[in-house]
C-alpha cells in the first residue's frame, strides 16, 4: 500500500465531509449518534469477536497485562460507549452560536460565531473505546475525524468504525465524516502529521514519549497533554482539617492519573501541627514520602532530590516541601509544575486571590482537590482530553475546544471611507 | 557574540517578567504606557537621530524606495506612536476578568480566568512603528516580549527600546518586559523559533515568504497570517445599486492590503445586469479584469487563469467569475480562497444564513466591505495582526488573543468521592 497517498486520499475525504459538516444541523448530528448506539447495540457480537481476534494476537505476540486489560472489550464496556453516546447527544451543540454581536460607529454589527475546527487527527493507544469517545465528540462539534489507534486494536476498531458508518448513513450524513486509518504501518502517523491541507489540528491521547514525538516532527497544530506534575499548598491561613483531607484525597484516591497530586507544599509556620497527621495517613495508605531538610525534621520520609520537585509518579510516592510561605510557594509551582492543576488550602482572601491569579497553570484551585480537574467535573460532559498547552483550549477541552469562533459582519450595503 | 546563550538569557530575563507582568496591575500597565509616551516625546530628537543613521545606512546599501518609507520616521509618526500608546492604555484590560463561575453538583464552583499567554516573541521586518504597537498591546495585555524587527531599523529599534525601558521604569515594572534584540544575527530568528520553555507564542509580521520559513521551523506555536485572498459574491438576490458599491470598494479603496476583495463572484442570472456598469467603474479606477468565459461573454476583460483564483494580487488586478449560484460559490470560496474576508451581497435571508454558517473564513460578512475586516472597525481598538489559523485567535488579533483562559475552582475543603 502506497501509505502517502492512501493518507492523502483519507485526508481529501475528510476535508470535504467537513465542509458539509459545518453546516450539518443539530438534529442530524443527535440522529447519527443515536443511530451509531444502536448499531454497536445490534452488532455487538461482531465487536466483540473483533475483539477477541485483537485479544488473541496481543496474547501471543506476548503483550503485558495491563495492556491486554485496556484493549479488553465486554458488555459492560459496550454498554458504557453506548451511554457515553446518548450523553454526548444531549449535550448542547456549541456550533453556530453567535455572541457579543454589537453595532459599531461604521453601522456595521460585528460578532463571533462559532464553528468546527474542520479535521481533526487523533492518534492514540490501544483502548477501542477512545475511537467512539472521540469520534462522537469530534461529530457532535461538527469536525470531520481521522482516527490514528494502536495497531493492538486495529480489528476492534475496525469494527466499532464499521457501526459508526451505519449511523453516519442512517443520519443521512457523510460516512467519511469518521474515518479510522487501515493500516498499521507507522508512516500514517508521519504523514497524519504533516499534512496541514487535510488536517486543521492533531490530538495525540497516549504516554508522554509518544506526545512529545508527535509534537516535534507535527506541522499541524497539537492540542496536546504532557505531564500532570500537580501541587497542593497548605498555607499559613489554612483550616488545617481541610488542609488534611484534600491533600490525602488529592494523593490517594487513584494514583495513576494526571490530576493526582505529585509534590505538597506547607508553609512553615503550620509545618509542625498539619505534616505529623497527614504523615500517619499516607503512612496507612502506603504512600511512600520524599521531604525537603524540614520536612525531614518534621516527620521519618526518604530525602527528595531535585528530580522529585519535577516527576511524575503517578505511583504512591509524594514529594514534601516546606516553605517559607506564600511567595515561595508560587516560585516553586511556576518553576517546577507542569501548568496542569494546584491548589491552595487556605481561609485568606487575600493569599487566594494572588495564588488563583499568579499561578500559570491550566486548572488554579483553592480549598478544593487536584482531582477535580476533569471534564465531567467541571460541566464540559466529556472530555477529548485535558491540554497542558496555553494557546487554544487549556485544561480539560470539552465540545468547545474542538471548535473557533469566526467573526460575522452584517451590513446593509456599508463600504469603507 | 554567542548568539544562541544570549537569546537563551532574553528568554529567561523574558520568563522571569512575564512572572511578575501576570500579577501586575491595571494601573501599573497603564501608567507605563503613559510613560513610554512621554519618553519618546522627551526623546524625540533622540529617536529622529538614530532613525537617520538607519536610513542613511538604507540608501547607502540601495535600498528601495517603498522600503526606505517605511522605515522613516518623522514627527507625525512618531506622534502617532504616542497616540497608539494612549489609546492602548485607555482599552480595558482583559486579563483577570472571571466568566462562567458556576456551581457544580460536587458543591464546587468552577469558573474561567483569563490571563496572559506569557512570553510573546514578535518577528517583524523594517517598520520601527510596529515596535511600539506590538510591545503597547503585549504590555497590555500582561505579556513579556522579545521583538526582533528588521536590521534596517536596528538603530530606530533600539533609541525606541530606550523610551520602553525608562517608561517600564517609571512604573515600577521590569524593565526586561520589553526587550529589544540586539543583533542582526539571522541566528537570533532560528533562536527564538526553537525555545519553548522561553517563548509561548511567535507572532511574525511581514511577507508571506518570512511567515512560511518561520511556520516550517518554529518548535513554538505561531499566530500567523498568510494570504488575504478574498471575495465578494453577488447573489441572484442582490440589491445591484449595494453590489456595486461594495465591489467597487472592496476593490478599489486600498490595493496593497489584505482585506481587499481579489476575486468577484457574480451570480448567473444577475451578471448580465451588474457586470457592464462595475466593468466600467473599474476601467475608470485602472483595474485589470480577469474574468472566466461567461464573463468575457458580458464585459471586455483578460482570460482568467487556473492562478487567478489563487491569487492574492495586492494591485489594482481583479478575477472575476460568474456562478450558478450559492452553492457554487461556497464552493469556489471554501476551496480557493485563503480563508480570510469573503462578503456575500444579497437580500435574501435563507442564503445570507446560509453564507455566514457555511463559508469556512476568519470572517464572513453580508452586504459590507471586505475592506471592514480590522481590529479597528471590529473595535478591538487595536490589532496585533490578522489570524489566518483555525485554532486560537482567527481574524484580527487584539488585546484578547494574546490571552489564554485558565480554570479556576473555588471550593470549601471539598474532596472527591
Redesign the interface.
Given at each position: 500500500m502506497d501509505i502517502k497517498s492512501y493518507m492523502r486520499t483519507l485526508g481529501q475525504q475528510a476535508r470535504a465531509a467537513s465542509?458539509h459538516m459545518?453546516?450539518a444541523e443539530t438534529g442530524a448530528k443527535n440522529d447519527a449518534l443515536h443511530a451509531i448506539a444502536d448499531a454497536l447495540h445490534q452488532r455487538r457480537a461482531m465487536v466483540l469477536d473483533a475483539n477477541q481476534a485483537d485479544l488473541k494476537a496481543g496474547i501471543d505476540s506476548g503483550l503485558e497485562a495491563a495492556l491486554l486489560d485496556r484493549l479488553e472489550l465486554n458488555d459492560a464496556r459496550i454498554d458504557a460507549m453506548i451511554d457515553g453516546l446518548q450523553q454526548v447527544a444531549a449535550l448542547p451543540d456549541p456550533v453556530?452560536a453567535i455572541s457579543e454581536l454589537?453595532y459599531?460607529p461604521?453601522g456595521?454589527q460585528?460578532g463571533k460565531?462559532r464553528?468546527p475546527?474542520?479535521v481533526i487527527g487523533i492518534i492514540y493507544e490501544s483502548r477501542p473505546n477512545v475511537t467512539v469517545d472521540a469520534a462522537s465528540l469530534c461529530l457532535k462539534s461538527g469536525n470531520a475525524t481521522i482516527l490514528r489507534g494502536g495497531k493492538e486494536a486495529v480489528y476492534s476498531n475496525q469494527a466499532i468504525a464499521d457501526c459508526i458508518r451505519t449511523g453516519l448513513a442512517a443520519a443521512g450524513l457523510p460516512e467519511q465524516t469518521v474515518q479510522v486509518v487501515d493500516t498499521t504501518d507507522r508512516e500514517a502517523v508521519g504523514q497524519m502529521i504533516t499534512m496541514p491541507e487535510y488536517i486543521?489540528?492533531i490530538v495525540p491521547r497516549g504516554g508522554k514519549g509518544l506526545i512529545e514525538r508527535i509534537s516535534?516532527d507535527a506541522?499541524v497544530?497539537v492540542?496536546k497533554h504532557l505531564d500532570g506534575n500537580c501541587h497542593v499548598y497548605i498555607d499559613d491561613k489554612a483550616?488545617l482539617?481541610?488542609a488534611h483531607?484534600?491533600a490525602?484525597?488529592?494523593k490517594t484516591?487513584r494514583y495513576g492519573v494526571c490530576n493526582a497530586m505529585e509534590t505538597l507544599l506547607v508553609a512553615e509556620s503550620v509545618a509542625a501541627a498539619a505534616l505529623p497527621a497527614l504523615a500517619e495517613a499516607y503512612a496507612n495508605a502506603g504512600v511512600e514520602l520524599r521531604g525537603c531538610e524540614k520536612t525531614a525534621a518534621l516527620i521519618e520520609c526518604n530525602g527528595a532530590s531535585g528530580d522529585d520537585w519535577v516527576t511524575e509518579y503517578l505511583a504512591p510516592i509524594l514529594a514534601i516541601k516546606v516553605v517559607t510561605g506564600l511567595d515561595e510557594a508560587i516560585?516553586h509551582i511556576?518553576r517546577y509544575s507542569s501548568q496542569h492543576t494546584e491548589t491552595i488550602v487556605t481561609e485568606d482572601i487575600g493569599s487566594s486571590r494572588?495564588f488563583?491569579?499568579?499561578v500559570?497553570?491550566?486548572?488554579?484551585?483553592?480549598?478544593?482537590?487536584t482531582?477535580?480537574?476533569d471534564g465531567f467535573?467541571?460541566?464540559l460532559g466529556a472530555e477529548i482530553g485535558i491540554s497542558t498547552?496555553?494557546?487554544?483550549a487549556?485544561?480539560?477541552v470539552g465540545l468547545e475546544g474542538l471548535t473557533?469562533?469566526?467573526?460575522?459582519?452584517?451590513?446593509?450595503?456599508?463600504?469603507?471611507n
Open positions: 465542509r459545518m453546516g453556530g454589537d459599531r461604521s456595521i460585528v460565531m464553528v475546527l474542520g486543521d489540528v516535534a506541522r497544530p492540542i483550616d482539617q481541610k483531607s484534600i490525602l484525597n488529592a484516591h516560585a511556576n494572588r488563583l491569579r499568579e500559570d497553570s491550566s486548572s488554579v484551585m483553592v480549598n478544593a482537590s482531582r477535580f480537574a467535573e467541571y460541566g498547552d496555553k494557546i487554544h487549556r485544561g480539560p473557533s469562533q469566526k467573526w460575522i459582519v452584517l451590513g446593509d450595503g456599508h463600504i469603507r
